[in-house]
């Protein structure tokens, strides 16, 4: 490796952050027109979703170059190393801000408004979950746990597992292990993400359990939403890997691209089977 | 000092480097990104200044003379928000970009581009925060806790804060994360945890703090936009929620933030007493407990803002227990200043006075957070002037000195000029004086009843706000001094020395004054 | 009345050096400290902040006494050599030790009176106050007196507002209808919210209470002197929050008893206008003192409204539209906006006055008069 010349690398000067500057701007403009009914709203966003894909894509372009051309020593792998686990961390607090949210109204603010006090204002309203609130007035049905989200928590546990056994390929050198272990898990990420979509459409039009449906279908959308989004973004990830595994990258002893995916991948894995037990079950 | 035998760090070739406005727009080099953060920072301190300059001339007399309630409402909204997001975590985030590589003997931050970006965020944020006030039915006038219900019934201004706040929250994260990282991975050879220097462990602590809260933050606000736009409950009782929910969301990332804003004042605080009393910091060890107790305590007291919002009395005891509890580990940093102090040799050159006026004023901030930690006490007292006068002994005096301190004490090494110590000084006493007249009668008008927020109010509160808004105007004027000072001595000045303190210790004063753009290229070793 | 404050210690009189100096040099009308208790609690309170007072003005003075002492003696100038300690651990042992110790000597006290201040058990009267932007809404539910039921708000006039009268003593601080209460009784308050967060807050009870909407939270206080007692809504509630006062009236029983049947007689009169048929002119003038308490605030006296903020009135589609649409508007309000439901809040009679009110004024001039009948008949 090129160790012996450097202890660490700087990068030279970039203008990839100023176009992300300018993706964020355009996404967080255009997102405050959109919501406020402004026709010009959704075209900024899509300009700005492009420009923010066109910077995602050159700016990993050059890390993955300056990666590949060996400029990165250990030091910038330890570097590495510790970013992704604090993002990893932000993104549980992320994550916990809701679940927080759920168990806040589980056991505080429902059965306060089913109180002695809250009767004078609620009458008749009594604190079973799942609740949609003593303003809700419509009937729903609740999630059953059985079924679709249990199949997803099964095929979210055998990709984590698809996904270690593609690293070990990888580290012994056999990339053939590597490539079916990468697509397997890509497809059976693909699979939850369309068995979610259907539980969606299925709940909105079968169970009218919506977004709307008071406090229980607030967190379970949000909660199932968030993670939704956040295997999408795996699943994009991995398909990067995928592509650079197809181009040879990744040597067994120097790939922290690819453990990072498989890190972030586990964290989602992990959410997951909380969603699991505290959303859908108990 | 040795050379270390690991080699130097790959940096950009040298003269490659682009010059005019695409070296600012572009860079990856520690120092330029912290110039940047600084003179944003500076920037948004005036915006925020003249922000509460409004607020004090409409509360000179009673009556309305300046603007319709509604615009008091915002202004005092961005004024808390540009004064703690703008203005003062960028000047800490600056301080760290510059100082941190050089304390530790590292070449650059671990991710320059990522710096940038950090840096570059903040414009986009700030921008959509600013402008909010231009927007049809103006800013969110609902104050820099932005509480719904009140903050569902807003405009399009309350959409422009909730992005703001994510693309901050984004800015804020990555910023530690880099920070984090640099403290963890690139110190010097022979640089061990605890010998680190104390504004480094500051830093450390903080950004743990940031990334801990700061996506909370961003949820929060999430709820905020789904519950203005996509119909949830989060915080309607009809379905369910609870706007007291949103309240602990909030202060679970807001009393933290609140040391996020302190505790790398803290670590400057931490050099610059024993720099001038010529005598090495008394109790290393303790204070580097004493920051982490005050971090992990800092989890558990969030309740105390919420005193009467109407929590089961259990709740409401715990977290008053436990907000105390912050006094002891915060009294022994205290402590170990005052016995730095002890049997030194002391001068007092502006950034000692800025630090010496921090500590006088900081406890007497934190005093006034114990009275109001005593829930019984608190009922009395929360959503007055007293609670504003608390807030701005700790983070004006508290922040804001430590920073004027860290400017003075750093300002050699940045410009290679020496500022003008006699212009330093006044603008010390006249910042002490005016601050204390602006906020310590706060603490009148709180006990006797003034709630905070108010555009208008009774004849009872009239003198007091005259006094304060008196002081405001001079605080304000007294700036233009430091701005001055401050030019100046990067136009020129007595050429200042590698170490132009006899008593300051540290790495970053083993290189030239100005330091050079790359530093540390060699590693040092610290034996 | 003797305000019951602990004996003066050294320590205190120091700390209270800002006051002291303060209020010799100004006149006696500077309020330096709580506002003057009316209930124990308020007392233990106001004791609870002196006795802390002294604590941090004893640690305040040590602290800074030593370290003006070596500002002075250790100064270089003064020749001072730096040693070279850094450490010692017994001192730091006794300097974490002895702040808990202290603040354990706090705690104690204050949790008693915070158990007390929440034990709202066995009120004489119980009272539900409701926020709204931006007046307050009394109902009395148990006790005597129960049943009574009014809203209160700002009485100051517009002219003092806009600095065109001299402003009164309690500028700010009047409303039209005080809460009345008797003296020495268990007054237990219900805090509830039909909009956003307010908080009822008046210092003297040592009351401060969030009212959140769709929740129910609640206070108590039994005064000990009879007085008028004000204070102002706590939290931010828009743009109107710095002009809802609260005025809570202390008075003897018999008063009270004499108040509570004054009310009574008011409300048997004011139900017997449910059926009568009004004359237009007659409506207008009734809506237009309804419209100034109630809706000027948003719409304003010219019915323009803020723009973007708040719509006009004058000209509006709904306002000069079909009356069922109106009279929807205004008694369910616009969920999610700051438009409230006034159903809950006016009586038929009012809402009719104020709807032929806004149909008839500035340029809208429809002729319509809308009697109260037909607001009831919208009802649900
Ligand atoms: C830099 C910012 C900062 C800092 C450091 C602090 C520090 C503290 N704060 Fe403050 N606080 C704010 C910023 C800050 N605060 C803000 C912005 C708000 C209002 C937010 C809003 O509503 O908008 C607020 C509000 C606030 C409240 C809520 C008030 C209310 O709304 O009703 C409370 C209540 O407990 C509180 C308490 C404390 C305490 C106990 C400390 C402690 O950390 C202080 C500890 C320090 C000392 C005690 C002094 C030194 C110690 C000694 C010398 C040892 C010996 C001492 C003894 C044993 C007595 N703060
Ligand atoms: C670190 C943060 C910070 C800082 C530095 C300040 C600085 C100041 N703040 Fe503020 N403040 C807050 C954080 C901060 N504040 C927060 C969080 C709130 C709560 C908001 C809420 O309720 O939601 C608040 C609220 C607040 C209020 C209460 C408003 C209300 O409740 O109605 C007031 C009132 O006096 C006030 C005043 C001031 C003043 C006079 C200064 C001065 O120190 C400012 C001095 C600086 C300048 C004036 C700028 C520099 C000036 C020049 C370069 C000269 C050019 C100017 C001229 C034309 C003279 N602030
Ligand atoms: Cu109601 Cu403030
Ligand atoms: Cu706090």
């Given at each position: 490796m ?5 202890y ?7 203008y ?13 403009s ?11 709203g ?12 066109f910077m ?7 890390v993955i170059?300056?990666?590949e ?5 250990q030091?910038?792998d330890?570097s ?23 168990f806040y ?5 429902v059965p306060d408004?089913?109180s ?15 609740n ?5 007035k419509?009937?729903?049905s609740?999630m059953?746990a059985?079924?679709?989200p249990?199949?997803?928590t099964?095929l ?10 593609a690293?070990?390929?990888?580290l ?5 292990q ?7 898990t ?8 369309s ?25 379970f959308y ?8 956040h295997?999408t973004?795996?699943v994009t990830m991995?398909t990067?890997m995928?592509?650079r ?26 959410v ?7 959303v859908y079950w108990? | 000092?040795?050379?270390s035998a690991?080699g130097?760090?790959q940096?950009?070739?040298h ?8 070296r600012?727009l572009?860079?990856?080099n520690?120092?330029?990104i ?31 003379q ?8 915002q ?7 540009i ?7 960028p000047?800490?985030v600056?301080?760290a ?7 530790i ?6 991710f ?5 970006w ?7 944020a ?7 006030l231009?927007?049809p039915?103006g ?5 820099w806790t ?8 807003m405009?399009m ?11 901050l ?9 880099n ?6 991975n ?5 640089m061990?945890m605890?010998?680190?220097?104390m504004f ?9 703090l940031?990334?801990?809260v700061?996506p909370?933050f961003?949820?929060a606000v999430t709820?905020?936009l789904?519950?203005?736009?996509f119909g ?7 379905g369910g ?8 969301v ?5 009393h933290?933030e ?7 004042g803290?670590?400057?605080?931490s050099?610059?007493i ?5 005598k090495?910091?008394f ?13 992990i305590?800092s ?10 919002s ?9 977290y008053?227990?436990?907000?105390m ?15 730095t102090?002890?049997r030194?040799?002391l001068?007092?050159?502006?950034p ?9 004023l ?7 957070g114990l009275v109001l ?11 007055t002037?007293y609670?504003v006068?608390h807030?701005?002994?700790t983070?004006?005096a508290g922040?804001?000195f ?13 410009t ?8 330093g000084k ?11 007249m ?20 009774a ?15 001079g605080?304000g004027?007294s ?15 007595p050429?200042a020395?590698?170490?132009p303190?006899d ?5 970053e004063?083993?290189v ?8 540390w290229?060699?590693?040092p070793?610290?034996? | 009345?003797?305000?019951?404050v ?5 320590p205190h009189?120091?700390?209270?050096w800002a006051?002291?100096l303060?209020s010799?040099?100004a006149d ?13 609690i308020?007392?233990?309170?106001y004791n609870?902040?002196?006795w802390m ?16 002492y ?16 850094h450490?010692?651990t017994?001192?730091?042992?006794l ?7 202290i603040?354990?000597?706090?705690a ?26 931006w ?15 009014f809203m ?11 600095g065109?009268?001299?402003?009164e ?6 409303v039209?209808n005080?809460m ?11 805090t509830?919210?039909?909009d956003?967060i307010?908080s009822w807050?008046?210092p003297?009870?040592?009351?401060q209470?969030?009212?959140m909407?769709?929740f129910?939270?609640?206070?108590w206080?039994?005064a000990?002197?009879e ?5 102002q809504c ?13 005025v809570?009236?202390v008075?003897?029983?018999e ?12 409300m048997?009169?004011g ?6 048929v ?6 207008i003038q009734h ?6 308490k109630?809706?000027?605030a948003?719409?304003q006296?010219d ?22 649409g109106h ?5 369910s309000?616009?969920?999610g906006t ?12 009012d ?6 009110y ?10 319509d008069a ?11």
């Open positions: 090129t160790q012996q010349g450097s660490y690398y700087v990068p030279s000067a970039s990839w952050p100023l176009v992300g500057t300018l993706a964020l701007l355009l996404l967080a255009g997102a405050v027109l959109w919501v406020n009914s402004y026709s010009l959704p075209l900024v966003v899509t300009l700005g979703f492009a420009v923010l894909i995602l894509a050159g700016w990993f372009r050059t170059r300056e990666s051309s060996g400029l990165y020593g030091r910038v330890a590495f190393r510790w970013a992704m686990s604090w993002f990893i961390f932000s993104e549980v607090m992320f994550f916990a801000a809701f679940f927080g949210t759920l109204a589980r056991v505080l603010s408004l089913a002695v006090d809250g009767q004078l204002l609620w009458p008749n309203f009594s604190a079973i979950w799942p949609a609130g003593p303003g809700y419509d009937r729903f609740p059953a059985m079924g679709i249990a199949i997803n099964l979210l546990l055998s990709s984590g597992a698809t996904l270690t056994w690293h070990w390929g990888l012994k050198s056999n990339r053939n590597l490539r079916l272990g990468l697509i397997l890509i497809a059976l990420g693909l699979l939850f993400i068995l979610q979509a259907h539980e969606y459409s299925h709940a909105y039009s079968e169970m009218n359990l919506k977004l709307t449906t008071g406090i229980y279908g607030t967190t949000m909660l199932t939403g968030f993670h939704g989004l295997v973004i795996g991995l990067v995928l592509f595994v197809l181009a040879g990258h990744f040597k067994p002893d120097h790939h922290f691209a690819f453990e990072a995916v498989a890190w972030y991948w586990h964290f989602v894995d992990v997951w089977l909380l969603l699991f037990v505290v108990i | 000092m040795q050379k690991n130097q760090a940096t950009e070739a003269g490659h480097r682009p010059e005019g406005l695409r600012w572009t860079t990856t520690h120092k330029d912290g110039t940047l953060y600084l003179w944003f920072s500076f920037t948004m301190f005036i915006v925020g200044g003249i922000m509460a300059l409004i607020i004090r001339a409409e509360l000179f007399q009673p009556g309305l300046l603007i319709e309630p509604e615009r008091y409402n202004i005092v909204t961005l004024h808390g928000l004064m703690v997001f703008g203005a003062i975590m000047a800490f600056g301080f970009n510059w100082m941190i590589p050089l304390q003997g590292a070449s650059d931050m671990a320059g581009r990522l710096n940038n950090s840096f570059w965020l903040l414009i986009p700030s921008l959509l925060l600013v402008t909010s231009f927007v039915g800013a969110a006038g609902v104050g932005l509480y719904p219900p009140l903050s569902i019934q405009g201004g309350m959409d422009l804060a909730i992005f703001s706040v994510h693309i929250g984004i800015s804020s994260i990555l910023g530690s994360i920070i984090i990282t640099t403290v963890l690139l110190r010097a050879p022979g061990t605890l010998k680190m220097p480094a462990w500051t830093w450390l602590i903080t950004a743990f940031i990334i801990a700061m909370v961003a949820g709820m905020l789904t519950d203005r736009h949830t409950s989060f915080f309607s009782a009809a929620g609870d706007p007291v929910l949103y309240q602990h909030f202060w679970f990332f807001g933290p609140v040391y996020i804003v302190i505790l790398p803290f670590g400057i605080i050099h610059v024993p720099a001038f009393s010529r090495p910091l109790g290393y060890t303790s204070m580097v407990y004493a920051t982490a107790s005050i971090a305590l989890f558990f007291v969030w309740g105390h803002h919420m005193f009467t109407g929590m089961p009395v259990a709740g409401q005891i715990f008053m227990y436990a907000t509890l912050i006094a002891v580990p915060t009294g022994v940093k205290v402590f170990n200043w005052t016995a102090m002890w030194g040799a001068t007092f050159e502006t000692m006075l800025f630090a010496i006026g921090f500590i006088f900081f406890v007497m901030g934190g005093f006034s930690a005593m829930t019984a006490v608190d009922v009395q007292m929360h959503n002037y609670v006068a807030f701005h002994y983070m004006v922040a804001l430590s920073a004027f301190a860290a400017v003075y004490y750093w300002l050699p090494k940045w290679g000029h020496m500022y003008s110590e006699m212009l006044v603008h010390f006493w006249l910042t002490m004086i005016f601050f204390n602006t906020f310590f009668v706060q603490h009148f008008l709180g006990l006797a009843g003034m709630p905070r927020r108010i555009p208008d109010y004849l009872q509160f009239a003198d007091f706000n005259a006094i304060s808004s008196i002081g405001a105007f605080l004027l700036q233009l001094l430091f701005l001055y000072i401050v030019i100046t001595c990067i136009k020129g000045g050429k020395e590698a170490k303190w008593g300051a210790e540290g790495l004063w083993e030239a004054s100005p330091a050079p753009y790359h530093t290229e060699t590693q070793v610290i034996k | 009345m003797t305000r019951q602990r004996s003066v210690s050294v009189l120091a700390g209270l006051l002291a303060l010799k040099a006696a009308a500077y309020a330096l400290n709580f506002q003057e208790p009316a209930t124990l308020a007392k233990e309170i609870l902040n002196m007072m002294e604590i941090c003005v004893t640690i305040f003075i040590l602290v800074f006494g030593v370290m003006l070596s500002i002075i003696r250790h100064r270089k100038s003064a020749g001072g050599k730096p040693a070279l300690f450490e010692n017994k001192i730091e042992i300097w974490t030790v002895i702040p808990i110790a603040l354990i000597a706090v104690w006290p204050v949790t008693k009176t915070l158990l007390a201040m929440r034990d709202s058990s066995n009120a004489d009267i119980t009272i539900k106050v409701t926020g709204y932007q007046k307050w809404g009394y109902d009395y539910l148990k006790g005597e007196g129960a049943g009574i039921k209160s708000i700002l009485a100051t006039p517009q002219a003092q507002l806009d065109k009268a001299p402003r003593e309690n500028y700010l601080l009047q039209d005080h009345v209460v008797p003296v020495n009784k268990k007054v237990r308050i219900l509830t919210s039909n956003v307010h807050y008046v003297a009870l040592a009351i209470q969030d009212a909407p769709g129910i939270r609640d206070a206080f039994r000990d002197r007085g008028i007692f004000r204070g706590a939290q931010l509630c828009g743009k109107g929050h710095g002009y809802m006062p609260i809570v009236e008075v003897p029983e008063k009270y008893a004499a108040w509570v049947a004054e009310q009574r007689k008011k048997a009169t139900a017997e206008d449910q059926n009568k009004w004359q237009l002119a007659e409506l809506g237009e003192a309804v419209y100034t109630n809706c000027v948003c719409h006296a019915g323009k409204g803020i723009p973007s903020v708040f719509p006009a009135l004058d000209g509006s589609k709904i306002a000069t539209g079909a009356k069922i009279i929807k508007t205004v008694l309000g616009r969920p700051a438009m409230a439901a006034f159903g809950p809040q006016l009586s038929d009679t809402i009719a006055a104020v709807i032929t806004e149909r008839n004024a500035w340029s809208n001039k429809s002729g809308i009697q109260p009948s037909e607001v009831k008949a919208e009802r649900r």
